[in-house]
């Protein structure tokens, strides 16, 4: 499961120019309307899926219908529009369970993402069972979300924060883990796919080795969910995140799941209605989970339009992406080794151990920020920063990388886009 | 435009900054970052016996480009000149100097070595406004998503 799954006979990507409509996985490119903008002459050449997805007709169509269709405040009225919208918000909330394998649907919290999933972890763990203190281990390869929740309880609860460090090649510590995943942690939150260095980390193994230590295992899998099949029975971690709008979803929407004996134990996050049971003058009285961590009207719409996103993942088919994702990654690689040779670093683990959706460089002399700006001049939109992951930038040296990451409506056309301005780049920036 | 903003003259400070690194011993000195790209310069500067003057300027730190030209620029033109001169320096003056067309986000790598020379002489009776420059701070261009 930490791998991509073994490639299924497709298209490869080949360098020749793909039949018309024949773009991306199983010609997915024509269901993304953005995809055909231009900007200055140039077509729109979107390589920063790790940063946000784009969204294909049918999902931004469900969002449209359910304005038109089903609006109506859940869990609330008595009437028939306001039980089709509660049915529809339910179903969504099913459809989540399904995805990840949940055994229950009352597992599956909406939140507005992947940030507001962990704010909510600390939060309530801080109020909960971590009240008189805590370890709670966490790695350099965080993205900011993953790190500043912990700080800013930590702070106020005295917790004792820790972080696995990272290999030369992007790869957690195995010296880290062995001397840090130890009894008397009680939180072990990290990602499953990093978000620069695409190394996609052992779930599995790591989650074994905090329920041994009786560590609690928090997993972000903002990266993973485009690329990789969540299961959270195979993975075994205690609760799992991610954000819509990375899966071809709607932004403001995102799912925590807590696995159901956890998430009992565990307090109010934000208090509100529909959260309730019974307010008096003295104290409230609170709903069972998943609602009680639901305060006010909840992104009705995000939800139903996430699980319109989550079919259209599975239409697609992770095996077909993963092969598809795969071949990009390698053709980029190779593309930009034969331009910039000794030039150029690749951060993060080669293909061959698991490298998922995501490519971030430097090229010796040409500072990211200078790469991005005249890319986005030959229509290709490239990530350029310090990509919410400062812990990382320090660990290696550098102020900002240069990413591109892919989605399934890439094609060897964008490569070639992307490879051809990068030419222009390196020429520029040539000593003379 | 882009490729506009990236002409010889500027190509040249980045590749060859002047005033280039530290002082051993600085009267002053400012540093400024831009959250955006995680860029960072520091200007130092050690004044004449009189302390009026700028006798010697360094700067340091690693940046884009834009920001590089820029500070090099702005530390040859500002080394050896009186303080009553050097805080008179305003943002048009860096695009002047420049001389190349600035998308509202670079302007602000632009002027991240004009910050650092205003923190610098903050303390000082020839203080530096950058308050002037509407538009330094260009709205939603915090950190950006992942």
């Known amino acids: 499961m930490a791998h991509p799954s073994p490639a299924r006979p497709e298209a490869p990507a080949s360098a020749t120019v793909s039949p018309p409509g024949g773009r991306g996985v199983g010609g997915c490119r024509r269901d993304f309307p953005i995809l055909s903008r231009t900007f200055g002459g140039h077509p729109l050449v979107y390589l920063d899926s790790a940063a946000t997805s784009q969204k294909p007709q049918r999902v931004i169509e469900v969002e449209a219908d359910f304005y038109r269709r089903l609006n109506a405040n859940v869990h609330r009225g008595v009437y028939a529009l306001s039980e089709e919208a509660t049915e529809a918000y339910e179903g969504a909330r099913a459809r989540v369970a399904r995805f990840l394998h949940a055994r229950d649907p009352a597992e599956v919290v909406f939140v507005r993402g992947t940030s507001e999933a962990l704010n909510l972890m600390a939060e309530v763990l801080g109020r909960g069972p971590l009240k008189e203190g805590g370890r709670i281990l966490l790695t350099d390869m965080e993205h900011h979300s993953n790190l500043v929740p912990w700080q800013l309880v930590a702070a106020d609860r005295g917790w004792e924060l820790d972080y696995v460090g990272v290999t030369d090649d992007g790869e957690l510590s195995p010296e880290d883990l062995d001397g840090k995943l130890t009894r008397g942690t009680s939180v072990f939150s990290f990602t499953h796919v990093s978000n620069v260095l695409g190394t996609v980390n052992p779930v599995p193994a790591l989650a074994a080795r905090a329920r041994e230590v009786g560590a609690l295992t928090i997993l972000d899998a903002a990266q993973s969910a485009p690329h990789l099949p969540l299961d959270v029975q195979a993975l075994g971690v205690d609760a799992l995140a991610f954000s819509g709008h990375k899966i071809f979803g709607p932004t403001g929407i995102g799912v925590l799941w807590v696995r159901k004996e956890l998430l009992e134990t565990l307090p109010p996050y934000q208090g509100g209605g529909e959260m309730i049971m019974e307010v008096t003058r003295e104290r409230s009285t609170y709903k069972d989970a998943p609602l009680r961590f639901e305060a006010g009207t909840p992104n009705t719409a995000g939800a139903v339009v996430l699980s319109s996103a989550l079919d259209y993942v599975e239409h697609l088919g992770y095996d077909r992406m993963a092969h598809h994702e795969q071949g990009l990654l390698k053709e980029a690689w190779e593309g930009l080794s034969a331009l910039a040779g000794d030039d150029l670093t690749i951060y993060g683990p080669p293909l061959s151990r698991g490298h998922v959706g995501v490519l971030s460089f430097s090229l010796k002399g040409v500072h990211p920020h200078d790469l991005a700006t005249l890319l986005d001049a030959e229509g290709v939109a490239l990530r350029a920063g310090h990509h919410c992951a400062q812990l990382l930038m320090r660990r290696y040296g550098v102020s900002a990388l240069s990413r591109v990451s892919y989605g399934p409506y890439n094609d060897a056309e964008d490569n070639r886009a992307f490879l051809q301005a990068m030419g222009k780049v390196c020429r520029l920036f040539q000593r003379p | 435009m882009a490729w506009d903003m990236y002409q010889e003259r500027i190509l040249d400070h980045y590749r060859r900054p002047r005033n280039f690194g530290r002082l051993e011993s600085a009267d002053l000195t400012g540093s400024e970052s831009n959250p955006l790209c995680g860029d960072h310069i520091t200007l130092e500067l050690r004044l004449d016996s009189a302390r009026e003057r700028l006798e010697e300027v360094r700067f340091s730190g690693d940046g884009c480009a834009i920001s590089m030209a820029s500070a090099s620029m702005l530390a040859q033109r500002i080394q050896g000149k009186p303080l009553t001169e050097v ?51 260009t709205p939603g261009v915090g950190e950006s998503p992942p």
Do not use: H, N, Y
Not at chain 2, 112 to 121: G, Q, R, S, V
């Open chain 2, 87 to 137: 805080s008179q320096v305003r943002r048009t003056d860096v695009e002047a100097m420049l001389g190349i067309p600035l998308s509202p986000v670079r302007v602000k790598c632009a002027l991240t070595p004009l910050k650092a020379l205003a923190e610098a002489l903050a303390g000082t009776r020839t203080p530096l406004t950058t308050s002037e420059a509407p538009g330094t701070e």
